[in-house]
Nanobody, 123 residues
Framework: QVKLEESGGGSVQAGGSLALSCTPSGSIFSLNSMGWYRQAPGKQRDLVAE???????TYSDSVKGRFTISRDNLKNTMYLQMNSLKPEETAVYYC?????????????????WGQGTQVTVSS
């Protein structure tokens, strides 16, 4: 089974920086895009940033200018550099991958998720 493993989470003071990594394992093929999502307690899971297999990036408005997403297309490893972190960005950050394949819903994109890594930003 495809597995996504996040690393790099931790605790930092407001205004500090952290860098996250997502390392895939298993049979990875037809990878269309990868992204980072975050979820705080009692809140929905929201998109933070996304990158396609051609290198095109998309960011949530709240993180533009502070976060940078990148990917090693050979290894399919994804990174998120987070600068000027804010306390309200304390959350579990999840790695996501969208793969093209035939499945229960026919041929299309299917989502895979990592277990998440905790990011805590203190005041």
């Amino acid at each position: 089974q495809v597995k996504l493993e996040e690393s790099g989470g931790g605790s930092v003071q407001a205004g500090g920086s952290l860098a996250l990594s997502c390392t895939p394992s298993g049979s990875i093929f037809s990878l269309n895009s990868m992204g980072w999502y975050r979820q705080a307690p009692g809140k929905q899971r929201d998109l933070v940033a996304e990158i396609t297999n051609s290198g095109q990036t998309t960011y949530s408005d709240s993180v533009k200018g502070r976060f940078t997403i990148s990917r090693d297309n050979l290894k399919n490893t994804m990174y998120l550099q987070m600068n000027s972190l804010k306390p309200e960005e304390t959350a579990v950050y999840y790695c996501n991958a969208k793969l093209m394949r035939s499945g229960e819903l026919g041929y299309g994109t299917y989502d895979y998720w990592g277990q998440g890594t905790q990011v805590t930003v203190s005041s």
